[in-house]
């Protein structure tokens, strides 16, 4: 009898002995001015402003804002040199800036939550829902006096997974930028009357570089998949991805065409030709695209602009596994796929998921970044970092295209943020 005692005892006691889940929740808000020693070596942190100051100072670098958070605490967050260093405006840390492929990632994780509504899949071939890209065709040559050109059948469609891993073999490079030229896709942005409808039709008639699957080609892909979000939605992209992404993590900055009352805030874009000088850039598309023009095309695959703590808000979702601001906008497991190697060995090294670099241990020698973090930036000089090993997240914002200045500020900024972790 008393044996049998003794065991109801242990029975009855073992739910407390054994370990219990934790209850920690991840940070839906940033937390400023607390203390990060435990982190990071303060001293050393410093060396950002350090060697941000010093590029600027040099003329080689016309701005920056930087910001760095760890676990949801603000590490890091300034601003260096000139909104427009010509009118002497320094920049503020809520400046704008173009983010260029940046859109990407928001309009890939848009689309997302109608995959998780099953309202398509993965395997589906593109013109199930847009029917201009039936009978695919590679381009076998091309004739650049009079822009004429061969193609044969592609061996297969032209899948949703190839578009969101760049493996459709849609192209802007070499001679297929200028077949897209000419046929009226505009390049990057417009600032002509042309919709995402109209765009996305005309590429679709354009010759692939490879059949599908068979390389990574970065393109205009994400261009593709935000006209059909827009057909499953039967919402604009912009008004989609704000009801969707933006509007529920609080990025109220972020947008393709700013309103009149945020255009001041506007970073001037500049270039920095081979041999320098620093100066403010002459393309026109690139310099008014946020705030002239007919307005009307919202290119999901580069053409948002907004400040680095709207961005870092996004990025620190993705660490989170898809919520922030109180609102979960992907699944947990919906983003684990998204972070997964989905090209093999097509992009090198390197890796790529379903809307980012996916840095692989065959990078790690090139990168001080660890291993299975997420990577992507923008053209005009933007970047980010979302790094789970660390609970990190990085990011540095420059308007600068081209840089021919010989330093690479995105990863000068891995550099010096990475090096004060304890």
């Given at each position: 009898m008393k044996n049998i005692f003794q065991l109801l005892l242990v029975v009855l006691c073992l739910p407390a002995c054994v370990p219990q889940p934790t209850t920690e929740k991840t940070p839906q808000q940033f937390l400023y001015d607390t203390d990060i020693s435990d982190a990071f070596d303060t001293k050393r942190l410093s060396r950002i402003d350090s060697a941000f100051q010093h590029v600027v100072d040099a003329g080689l670098m016309p701005h920056a804002v930087t910001f760095v958070a760890h676990k949801g605490r603000v590490v890091h967050y300034k601003a260096?040199?000139?909104?427009?260093?010509?009118?002497?405006?320094?920049?503020?840390?809520?400046?704008?800036?173009?983010?260029?492929?940046?859109?990407?990632a928001i309009a890939v994780v848009g689309l997302m939550t109608l995959f998780e509504e099953g309202r398509f899949q993965l395997d589906e071939p593109i013109k199930k829902y847009i029917p201009a890209f039936e009978n695919p065709q590679v381009l076998v040559s091309y004739d650049k006096k009079n822009g004429q050109y061969t193609t044969r059948p592609a061996k297969c469609d032209i899948t949703i997974r190839h578009l969101i891993t760049h493996t459709s073999g849609i192209s802007y490079n070499g001679v297929h930028w200028d077949i897209a030229q000419k046929a009226g896709v505009?390049?990057?942005?417009?600032?002509?009357?042309?919709?995402?409808?109209?765009?996305?039709?005309?590429?679709?008639?354009?010759?692939?570089?490879?059949?599908?699957?068979?390389?990574?080609?970065?393109?205009?892909n994400i261009d593709v998949l935000g006209r059909l979000a827009e057909i499953l939605s039967g919402q604009d992209v912009y008004t989609f991805l704000k009801e969707r992404?933006?509007?529920?993590?609080?990025?109220?900055?972020?947008?393709?065409?700013?309103?009149?009352?945020?255009?001041?805030?506007?970073?001037?874009?500049?270039?920095?030709?081979?041999?320098?000088?620093l100066r403010p850039s002459n393309n026109v598309l690139y310099?008014?695209?946020?705030?002239?023009?007919?307005?009307?095309?919202y290119c999901t695959g580069a053409g948002m602009s907004g400040t680095i703590e709207d961005y870092a808000k996004f990025c620190q979702m993705v660490l989170n596994g898809g919520e922030f601001n109180g609102h979960r906008i992907l699944g947990r497991k919906t983003l684990e796929m998204m972070q997964q190697n989905g090209v093999g060995d097509l992009r090198g090294e390197i890796g790529f998921g379903m809307a980012w670099d996916?840095?692989?241990p065959e990078n790690a020698h090139n990168t001080i970044v660890s291993e299975g973090s997420m990577r992507w930036g923008g053209m005009f000089g933007t970047d980010y970092i979302i790094d789970p090993a660390e609970?990190?997240?990085?990011?540095?914002?420059?308007?600068?295209?081209?840089?021919?200045?010989?330093?690479?500020?995105?990863?000068?900024?891995?550099?010096?943020t990475y090096q004060a972790l304890k």
């Open positions: 260096y040199g000139w909104r427009d260093k010509e009118k002497n405006i320094p920049c503020h840390k809520d400046d704008i800036f173009r983010i260029a492929s940046q859109t990407k505009p390049p990057l942005n417009s600032l002509d009357s042309i919709t995402l409808e109209e765009m996305v039709d005309r590429l679709a008639k354009l010759p692939l570089q490879h059949d599908p699957g068979e390389q990574f080609t970065y393109s205009m992404v933006l509007d529920p993590l609080g990025m109220y900055d972020t947008y393709f065409y700013l309103p009149d009352d945020k255009a001041s805030r506007l970073v001037t874009l500049y270039e920095y030709p081979v041999g320098g000088p310099q008014t695209y946020p705030v002239a023009g007919a307005k009307t095309l996916v840095l692989r609970d990190l997240i990085v990011l540095m914002y420059v308007n600068l295209q081209p840089n021919q200045t010989g330093v690479n500020f995105k990863t000068l900024m891995h550099n010096v």
